[in-house]
T-cell receptor, first 115, second 111 residues
């Protein structure tokens, strides 16, 4: 089944403790992206990647890192999480120029709480 | 620039009522337009799309028509069901493979 898989689904952590949220897709998509969803703000893009070893900042990149060493994986790294990073996170993917015709495929989300 | 504005929620309807969720956009060129649905506890799923002016996207009884003259892509359904309770996002995709989302509209359908 074609899908984007995120792990974990739920995570509670403490301020300053480094964490990684994994994202993997099995559709051979070049493009991958991370979003955070907050009440009243909708989805805001954190980082995106057009292909392996190519990443770029979205609208709210502060406090986050990403890497794209393999085509299928796009982990989101929080080096020193803070409570304002408590949010619902989504990973998405598409073909390189496929968004206009096919849209994005989203993962099921990771609900992160930083205390 | 590119942006999407959709009606504020939450929206509460009785079962079998008519649904309209308004969406307007700002974009240069000729974007594609989308509606995504997010059921409780799940990720976003593509509901329908339209890639050019006057196209009508449809799925699961939902419809939306790409109106370039009014820069709109309103979502409609003739008779909603309890199972339609979800958050609905309007979005556009333009050059560069990027998506621009509205803030989402929460719909609750009561029996």
């Amino acid at each position: 089944e074609a899908q984007v898989t995120q792990n974990p689904r739920y995570l509670i952590t403490v301020t300053g403790k480094k964490l990684t949220v994994t994202c993997s897709q099995n559709m051979n998509h070049e493009y991958m992206s991370w979003y955070r969803q907050d009440p009243g703000l909708g989805l805001r893009q954190i980082y995106y990647s057009m292909n392996v070893e190519v990443t770029d900042k979205g609208d709210v990149p502060e406090g986050y890192k990403v890497s794209r060493k393999e085509k299928r994986n796009f982990p989101l790294i929080l080096e020193s999480p803070s409570p304002n990073q408590t949010s619902l996170y989504f990973c998405a993917s598409s073909l390189f120029w496929g968004a206009r015709d096919y849209g994005y495929t989203f993962g099921s989300g990771t609900r992160l709480t930083v205390v | 620039g590119n942006s999407v504005t959709q009606m504020e929620g939450p929206v509460t309807l009785s079962e079998e009522a008519f649904l309209t969720i308004n969406c307007t956009y700002t974009a240069t060129g000729y974007p594609s337009l989308f509606w995504y649905v997010q059921y409780p506890g799940e990720g976003l799923q593509l509901l329908l799309k339209a890639t050019k002016a006057d196209d009508k996207g449809s799925n699961k009884g939902f419809e939306a028509t790409y109106r370039k003259e009014t820069t709109s892509f309103h979502l409609e359904k003739g008779s909603v069901q309890v199972s339609d309770s979800a958050v609905y996002f309007c979005a556009l995709s333009n050059t560069g493979n990027q998506f621009y989302f509205g803030t989402g509209t929460s719909l609750t359908v009561i029996p």
